[in-house]
């Protein structure tokens, strides 16, 4: 390989694991749900999206194993890295808090997730393209099942209504680490192998506002605090997250199914 | 639905292939129709059972009572000949 083509591998490698770090927690995230969700119907429905996620998960770091050329697996990347090598957005790894809570936090990523995915299925690598391909099919039916319960419980009761509304505002701030680029969202988008955030964005954002209309839900303001889970920096939560993830792996080296 | 914190009860049909019927698979918990789509997409439908799936509340369906099953279905008993087995079926025929 030559050098510029192996700087392009060293950057994808990190971009790859953007996305299927936020899969991968988003989906350990959702996991927790089993057994505690509101109904039966829930619980399975949390589950699927959860399976959808470690999907997307298996995939993008099996690829981000291949353009490291380490010879590390999707198992071995996903359990068995520190906390300030996962570069998942911030946002995917807030608490779970109530079931209100959780589906603003999904409809937040789902729309995200479609959006970026929409675009990354045109992407100038062809393995990220058939990825996504796969994935849009899942994002369109996670928010399709998360904004449909943001409007129940938005224009629900007035204790539903405020529970959403204050876990808008609490889960928003999060939010804007989504959109902002930096080098190596750039160097990828320049490459055509990545979308541009500022287009997500514009999308991502008509379509937060369509369901929050329709939820009766105020759009909270954007702050100025930046997060920078994916360059590394994360908030208190993920090292818990980690060490219950990482736990089985860490005791029974290799084990598998 | 005298118990409020019960959500009403869906039944669910899936067609499994396009040209087949709906067939009854199990029922369900939802709020609404829609949602009771979710759930089936979810409970039912998780390996690849279906095309389309039909849910209908439960409360809607009018069922045959079973103490009157005597009357309703054993005059039937006797009425062999309604069997088509009397024919005699030519060779040619296969698929009957």
Known sequence: MSAAATNVARLLFR???RMGDLSLVLGQRLGEWVGHAPALEEDLGLANVALDLIGQARLLLAYAGELEGR???EDEIAFL???????NPTLVEQPNGDFGQTIVRQVLIGAFQLEFFERLANSADERLAAIAGKAVKECRYHLR??????????????????????????LWPYTTELFAEDDLDREMADCGIAPRLAEVRAAWS????????????????????????KRGEHSEHLGYILADMQYLQRAHSGARW | MDDKRQWPLYEVFIRAR???????????????ARMAIDHARDLYTRRQEGVSIWVVPSAAITASDPAEAEALFEPARDKIYRHPTFYDIPDEVKTL
């Open chain 1, 15 to 17: 971009y790859v694991l």
């Open chain 1, 71 to 73: 010879d590390r697996g």
């Open chain 1, 81 to 87: 890295r520190e906390q300030s090598e996962y570069l």
């Open chain 1, 145 to 170: 099942y998360s904004s449909d319960w943001l409007v129940r419980l938005g224009d629900g009761t007035p204790e539903s209504h405020a529970r959403v509304q204050s876990a808008l505002e609490r």
């Open chain 1, 206 to 229: 008509a379509r937060i506002d369509a369901v929050l209309a329709e939820a009766t839900l105020d759009r909270p303001r954007d702050r100025p605090y930046q997060w920078f889970g």
């Open chain 2, 18 to 32: 396009g040209g087949l019927d709906h067939k009854h698979v199990g029922s369900l918990h939802a709020t609404d």
